[in-house]
């Protein structure tokens, strides 16, 4: 079956065995994402040590991609910088699981999102991050979601 949809094998054993796998009561960032299309739903909980992701958790409600990019995108995230993880595409995701399905690629763009929107989270508590500095001014998605690499 997992062949017949296009399933790499590093996809499905990140989908059956996923890891970084659950919430964290004393997060230092939080990020949640969601797509209103497909119904996914990603959270992503960061403990962040001398400017690095020294834990990360995450938390996803959809399907096997949905799941084995939230698994890939924690794994690449840990232990490294910050301005690193931002780095982190949805290309980036999809690569480390030797590709998806074209019908499933947004599922990496919303990992790498909410690990963008969990290290947010923690800048704008240390005050690194004001609202405005997020978005360039005059952008607007040609993409129609909130989900894109400039949103």
């Known amino acids: 079956m997992a062949q017949q949809i296009g399933y790499s094998k590093k996809v499905m054993e990140?989908?059956?065995?996923?890891?970084?796998?659950?919430?964290?009561?004393?997060?230092?960032?939080?990020?949640?994402?969601?797509?209103?299309?497909?119904?996914?739903?990603?959270?992503?909980?960061?403990?962040?040590?001398?400017?690095?992701?020294?834990?990360?958790?995450?938390?996803?409600?959809?399907?096997?991609?949905?799941?084995?990019?939230?698994?890939?995108?924690?794994?690449?995230?840990?232990g490294m910088r910050l301005d690193e993880a931002m780095r982190i595409t949805r290309n980036d995701v999809a690569n480390e699981l030797d590709g998806l399905p074209p019908v499933k690629m947004h599922c990496s763009n919303l990992a790498a999102d909410a690990l963008h929107e969990a290290i947010k989270d923690y800048k704008r508590k240390k005050g690194e991050i004001v609202e405005e500095e997020e978005k360039p001014a005059g952008h607007t998605c040609e993409h129609n979601h909130n989900h894109c690499d400039t949103c």
């Not at 996923?18 to 009561?25: A, E, H, L, R, S």
């Not at 690095?52 to 995108?73: H, L, N, P």
């Open 14 to 78: 990140h989908f059956m065995n996923p890891k970084n796998v659950g919430t964290m009561d004393d997060a230092d960032g939080h990020g949640k994402v969601g797509n209103p299309v497909c119904g996914d739903l990603m959270e992503i909980f960061i403990k962040v040590k001398d400017d690095k992701i020294e834990d990360i958790r995450f938390q996803t409600f959809g399907c096997g991609s949905a799941i084995a990019t939230s698994s890939m995108v924690s794994e690449m995230a840990k």
